[in-house]
């Protein structure tokens, strides 16, 4: 009894001896999961974790607003694979985070959220700051946590890096007390995770797997959709040598651009309500379709009545409530894409007798390129994509926002390699594309990273300008200025008869003038023939540098399947077409 009470005091000794206040654990918790950067804005409920960040020798990038903080670290998250992390103070802080964790959550992009939250004493009291930010963010977070121990943070902490970057990726939020942050306990690291109710299905069944393999043997005109969940496993090497086993084309989702290269000869480009005719065509005509890592989002498929109509459909996704839920499944696959494509190329894969079904899509890709009418006194947005295109040789890390630019980006830029694509899609977010950029960067620092903007989306975030001179950030800022919200403007053309509701900006701050007054170099150009002049010049170094580019006000993207159609239904696919979209549905 003795010698177990020696034990027991020497323990408690150890402990005591041990004890760290709750902000000095996170900062050791966040520092024993590898965490390099960290992206916040500082308020009265975090300054004890700020205080232990002083000297952590963690990298702590200030953000001029807390939107532009989890922009970033969406971006970062998007390029580096690893858990972008954030802290804001609590009440205003945490509710402007609430538009990047809804953003992360359906783009499934992994976050480690940490707010700040009044002293336990006084939550439910309207105390100065109090936000319910725990409840707020139920539905737009995978998990989320309220500490009200300093001892629970290292399972927590652990706990939430395991729960953002596993299974199907997405955002956690830690709600900490300021109490909790000045509590004391000892930090002991937990060995192991014990998560009984979470067990996602990463390995494919056997069984559904050899429905598929004999699925592709009978196929005459099967194609493969292609989407992020390919680019969150690191599949796009096997993504290549699957479709080349069985000969099958590819077709990508906005958010799965880059997971082929875009000059292989078997893919087809993007699909849904901006892609590619060919690629519509080919979802639209399909015989097998074999979806993987995709949602089926209403800007894939149009009308779902429409979509496939004729396909047995294979799915194969790590979430299975994406499964069935949009478009009816015949083969369902719970799966991590990489484990489903690793383990179907260890079968002796027969090609799917699909060589006329590869001529017929090659004569309507002949037939239905993309297009624009190019002029000589103004300059078209197409234009300047495939310059960024030819001067990055394909391989820039593109960022961008929502409407017009970011459509043209994705139908010109033309991926060479994985993970160059950032953009939020599932939400929509204006204002997202320049600070995901900026978290591209500090995830890539060797990288070329262009933040491709629209005037409208730009002025959001754009006090983010701050970080490129204040971090050594080369981030290029190009923002192709067409005086309009573009994507609400040529809805408003179409199909609201040209009444353009608040969608034109003719006031606009000088963008050059801004650009030099937070110490980086500026250029407007608006004549067709110095805009390669301006482009070349600016990536001839690592420097920062933004270029108003003045486009085409007029100008549309196209081709484009009208509200309430179906995929084969796109308009605009010529430019005879391009004035007889069809009345809103």
């Given amino acids: 009894m003795a010698e177990k009470t020696v034990a027991q005091a020497d323990d408690a000794a150890y402990r005591a001896k041990d004890e760290r206040t709750g902000s000095e654990i996170v900062v050791q918790a966040l520092k024993d999961e590898g965490v390099d950067v960290i992206f916040g804005y500082p308020g009265g409920a975090v300054l004890h974790l700020y205080d232990a960040l002083y000297d952590a020798g963690i990298a702590h ?116 007390p300021k109490d909790v942050t000045a509590e004391r ?43 992020a969940g390919i680019l969150h496993a690191r599949a796009e090497k096997h993504l290549v040598q699957f479709a080349e086993r069985t000969r099958i084309p590819v077709v990508h989702t906005l958010l799965g651009l880059g997971g082929m290269p875009y000059d292989h000869p078997l893919y087809l480009g993007m699909g849904g ?53 949009i478009i009816p499944t015949d083969v369902p696959i719970v799966s991590d894409a990489r484990e489903a494509l690793a383990r179907l190329l260890s ?83 204006m204002g997202f594309g320049f600070p995901a950029a900026i978290g591209a960067k500090l995830a890539a620092r060797d990288d070329t990273v262009v933040a491709i903007v629209g005037d409208a989306g730009f002025q959001m975030t754009m006090q983010e300008l701050a970080l490129l001179k204040e971090y050594g950030l080369g981030v290029k800022v190009l923002i192709l200025n067409n005086f309009a919200l573009g994507m609400v403007r040529q809805w408003q053309e179409l ?18 003038k801004m650009a030099e007054a937070y110490g980086i170099d500026g250029y407007r150009v608006q004549d067709p023939f110095e805009l390669e002049q301006v482009l070349t010049r600016i990536f001839t170094d690592d420097a920062p540098a933004l270029v108003d580019i003045r486009i085409d006000p007029q100008e549309n993207v196209y081709p484009m399947i009208p509200p309430g159609k179906g995929i084969h239904q796109m308009e605009g696919v010529s430019p005879s077409e391009a004035g007889t979209l069809s009345p809103r549905a």
Wanted: proline residues 7%; neutral net charge; without cysteine.
């Fill in 61 to 176: 990038i200030l953000a001029r607003h807390e939107q532009g903080a989890i922009h970033a670290a969406e971006g970062y998250a998007r390029i580096s694979g690893r858990p972008g992390v954030v802290i804001a103070t609590s009440g205003p802080g945490a509710t402007n985070l609430m538009t990047g964790l809804t953003d992360a959550m359906i783009d499934s992009l992994p976050l480690v959220v940490i707010t700040g939250q009044v002293g336990t004493h006084v939550m439910g009291t309207d105390a100065f700051q109090e936000a319910p930010i725990f409840s707020m963010t139920m539905p737009v977070t995978k998990y989320n946590y309220q500490v009200k121990k300093a001892a629970d943070l290292p399972r927590v902490i652990r706990e939430a890096f395991h729960l953002a970057s596993s299974g199907r990726p997405g955002p956690v939020l830690i709600d900490l």
């Fill in 273 to 325: 309500m901006h892609g590619l005719v060919v690629a519509n065509r080919a979802l639209y005509e399909a015989d097998l379709l074999i979806n993987i890592g995709a949602r089926f989002d209403d800007r894939l498929t149009g009308d779902p009545l429409h979509f496939a109509k004729n396909a047995t459909v294979v799915h194969i996704d790590i979430d299975p409530s994406e499964i069935g839920k």
């Fill in 495 to 512: 199909f609201y008869a040209k009444r353009y509701s608040e969608s034109l900006l003719p006031f606009q701050p000088d963008y050059v």
């Fill in 347 to 429: 079968y002796p894969l027969e090609n799917a007798d699909s060589e006329d079904w590869l001529n017929t899509l090659s004569a309507i890709n002949e037939r239905y390129p993309l297009w624009y009418t190019p002029d000589s006194h103004m300059i078209k947005p197409q234009e300047v994509i495939r310059l960024v295109h030819r001067l990055t040789r394909g391989e820039a890390i593109i960022t961008t926002d929502v409407g017009q630019h970011q459509m043209w980006a994705a139908q010109y830029y033309g991926f060479q390699k994985a993970h160059r694509w950032v953009t939020s899609g599932g939400l929509g977010t």
């Fill in 185 to 227: 306990a000892p930090y002991v690291r937990p060995e192991s995770i014990d998560l009984p109710g979470y067990q996602p299905t990463t390995v494919p069944h056997e069984v559904q797997l050899k429905k598929l393999v004999a699925l592709i043997s009978k196929a005459k005109k099967p194609v493969i959709l292609a989407g």
